[in-house]
């Protein structure tokens, strides 16, 4: 068990109104630090949320040895505060520590942590229905060194982020741009990771997708352009005449909390549901032929987020009339619902800060 210091801010912020939560713009007053000195994880702390001293020699600027990951912490209507499913998270991060050659936080230190962190800032949790408090965690590589080798030290750290919904659309429909030209992963490669790297080469795509007025890219796999891997910031589903399907879990993309978590409501609401390679032009084929029912992204920033078009090259494909289809809607509510403390958690996802 972490022992704790915290060192008390002398200067409180002014917390952001509803209107002004944009996602990741706003942090609370206190941050978690950890040290690791070559040999363990040290020197646990909340501090008040400032810079971060660094090195310009330090190989997180050089080599990118670098993690994150992303939860929420949720205002309960009796005025509790709730985790969603945390200990997949911490599990994940360890995933990626493994294959960045990061020293490994011990589960329940990590989740300690969070929960420390929280609670001392839990009077930045909002309480508006349809806002929360954005957890961002992260490892970042601290030697001063110009070399290329893992780095022999590390810190963890914890900041806080009230928001709201992470696309200005809402749970509204949004427009996702199909991008043939860039690749963002291949298998073998850091795709299934939470690091950095795959986000920055996201963005040239991400840009021009924007530009055509378009929220977000569409990636295919990176050998043959041929099957769909994700959305820039969600897992993928499709629901083709009833039946949902979604890329299967290959190395290439990320394994989503939020996707295995509608993975098993869907399962335990009795539908067809896929885990496979899923071809580009079959979602095309299932379009032209009125197959196509839904199609929406799952994450956490977004939750449930339907796709209202999608443009191959041009040709714009329609889903749903532009709406929210029941499935994701369901979904939706059912998610939040069991974030929010309003359903029924019969699996056992949300934890308190206890």
Not at 108 to 114: G, N, V, Y
Not at 120 to 130: F, K, L, N, Q, T
Request: glycine share 8%; aromatic share 10%.
């Amino acid at each position: 068990m972490l022992n704790i210091k915290i060192e008390q801010t002398k200067t409180k912020k002014t917390k952001p109104e509803p209107k002004d939560m944009i996602f990741g713009k706003n942090f609370s007053d206190h941050m978690f630090i950890m040290d690791y000195d070559g040999s363990a994880w040290r020197s646990p702390r909340i501090v008040p949320y400032g810079d971060i001293p660094l090195s310009p020699a330090a190989m997180v600027f050089h080599y990118g040895q670098e993690l994150f990951e992303g939860l929420k912490a949720y205002k309960t209507e009796s005025g509790g505060i709730n985790l969603f499913r945390p200990k997949k998270n911490v599990e994940r991060m360890n995933w990626t520590c493994e294959r960045l050659c990061i020293p490994e936080i011990e589960p329940a230190d990590a989740l300690q942590a969070i929960k420390a962190v929280v609670s001392h800032d839990a009077d930045w949790v909002p309480e508006e229905p349809g806002y929360s408090l954005y957890i961002r965690p992260f490892i970042i590589a601290t030697d001063p060194f110009i070399g290329v080798r893992p780095s022999e030290t590390y810190l963890f750290v914890i900041i806080l982020s009230p928001v709201g919904a992470y696309y200005p659309e809402g749970i509204n429909p949004v427009k996702i741009y199909v991008e043939t030209e860039y690749v963002r992963a291949v298998k073998g490669g850091l795709g299934f990771a939470k690091a950095g790297a795959n986000y920055a080469a996201s963005i040239k795509a991400q840009q021009k997708a924007k530009q055509l007025g378009y929220a977000q890219v569409l990636w295919l796999d990176g050998v043959e352009r041929k099957y769909i891997d994700e959305v820039g910031t969600m897992n993928v589903f499709f629901v083709i005449d009833n039946k949902i399907i979604t890329p299967n879990l290959e190395g290439t993309i990320l394994p989503g909390v939020t996707r295995d978590s509608v993975l098993c409501l869907l399962r335990d609401w009795g539908y067809d549901v896929e885990e496979r390679r899923v071809a580009l032009s079959e979602i095309l084929e299932a379009a032209e032929n009125g197959k196509l029912n839904e199609a929406f992204g799952t994450g956490t920033a977004a939750v449930i987020s339907p796709v209202g078009e999608l443009n191959n090259n041009g040709d714009i494909i329609t889903v749903n009339n532009n709406e929210i289809g029941p499935i994701a809607k369901k979904l939706y509510d059912t998610i939040t619902g069991i974030q929010y403390g309003r359903l029924e958690d019969k699996f056992g996802w949300v934890c308190g800060l206890e």
